[in-house]
């Protein structure tokens, strides 16, 4: 699986990076960034972790540092740390757990394509991430097979063509945002050939992790596409947002780029009303809109992660009497076949 190895390599395999001595500032801090748990756990002044270092094998660790440096130095429990550092909990077997809990193989018509819902298709440019989520639901999702380089890239678009339903095409991954600004524009530049499709969507959490990859380059790059552009940040707790995620979404805002932000409801994290108003409050502050709020996907590994339906729709509904409408998000969940996200309705 591709998530074994290097990310570097994987980015130089896929994206072509121009030699080290010419990357981008955002390159080098994805090579700068933590991929080994003891560095990490130094870094944050705790002790070594050796159970940590196992589990750590079957979805290695990786964090940029401009994500740690968000985290509280000696707390074990921070709750940016808990979303990054395996546990000895992830190799816990649970019933209703499974590998594939979103049947993505079966809806999967070709490498790189993802097509379940009517009039937008995801498009996987890259398999990798620049954070790995421990509650990601495509921890086990068989990346090898979605190695889409430009080789993919006539059957992606011809895809899209014999389905002119498909107005909105969604950059998804791996994380859209690794591949270089040159293979972005030359994506969209193909995009542009199919006058149907008059809205790109990304799906990043680079903006939150990696906020140097929203350099003024890129702003101009997806402001002068044409199409009406949203971005979808991926932030989960309020101490993820510093002043240079702060920076990043005033510069894709000054460039008419929409921004929304979905979340996953994490135990340990953000299953607290509080945490969940000041997401939304600093959200807000930046122009971002709350979108979804996913109920956890049930994948391996990810059991000690679940929140209990009762307990998120009281979270929600706590959320309905503090904030504006605007700065709820919608509760959903995916169900494997289904047409949509599922709403979550809060009446008993
Ligand atoms: C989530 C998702 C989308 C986007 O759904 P929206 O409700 O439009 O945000 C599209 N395709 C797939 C396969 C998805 O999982
Ligand atoms: S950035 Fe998104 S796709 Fe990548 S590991 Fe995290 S949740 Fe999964």
């Given at each position: ?61 990786r964090v940029p540092r401009a994500f740690a440096v968000r985290m509280c130095k000696g707390d074990r429990n921070d709750?940016?740390?808990?979303q990054v550092l395996p546990v000895g909990d992830e190799t816990n077997r649970v019933p209703g757990f499974s590998l ?249």
């Amino acid at each position: 699986m591709i998530l074994h190895y290097d990310v570097f390599k994987m980015v130089l395999m896929i994206t072509r990076l121009p030699p080290p001595q010419q990357a981008e500032d955002w390159q080098q801090q994805l090579v700068d960034g933590f991929t080994d748990v003891s560095a990490l756990l130094t870094f944050l002044n705790l002790p070594e972790d050796a159970f940590a270092q196992q589990v750590e094998r079957s979805f290695p660790l990786r964090v940029p540092r401009a994500f740690a440096v968000r985290m509280c130095k000696g707390d074990r429990n921070d709750p940016l740390l808990r979303q990054v550092l395996p546990v000895g909990d992830e190799t816990n077997r649970v019933p209703g757990f499974s590998l594939d809990p979103l049947s993505e193989k079966q809806h999967n018509p070709q490498p790189g394509i993802l097509h379940k819902y009517q009039g937008r298709a995801l498009v996987t440019l890259t398999g990798v991430c620049a954070v790995h989520c421990r509650y990601c639901f495509r921890r086990h999702f068989p990346y090898a097979d979605n190695q889409v380089g430009r080789k993919h890239w006539p059957d992606i678009l011809a895809y899209l063509q014999a389905h002119p339903q498909i107005h909105e095409v969604i950059l998804s991954g791996g994380d859209p945002l690794m591949v270089q600004d040159a293979i972005l524009q030359a994506f969209i530049e193909q995009l542009k050939q199919l006058p149907q499709v008059t809205t790109l969507r990304i799906h990043s959490r680079l903006p939150i992790v990696l906020p140097d990859r929203v350099t003024p380059a890129l702003g101009r790059l997806l402001a002068d596409s044409g199409l009406r552009v949203v971005m979808v940040s991926h932030c989960n707790h309020p101490q993820e947002i510093d002043e240079s995620v702060a920076r990043a979404a005033h510069l894709l805002r000054a460039h008419q780029i929409h921004l929304l932000n979905q979340a996953v409801l994490l135990r340990g994290v953000n299953d607290e009303a509080q945490t969940l108003v000041q997401l939304s409050k600093r959200l807000w502050e930046i122009d971002t809109l709350p979108y979804y709020l996913h109920v956890l996907d049930q994948v391996h590994g990810a059991a000690h992660f679940a929140v209990c339906l009762s307990v998120a729709k009281q979270l929600l509904q706590t959320m309905l009497g503090q904030l504006p409408g605007y700065l709820v998000p919608k509760l959903v969940r995916e169900e494997a076949g289904a047409a949509s996200k599922i709403l979550i309705s809060l009446e008993q």
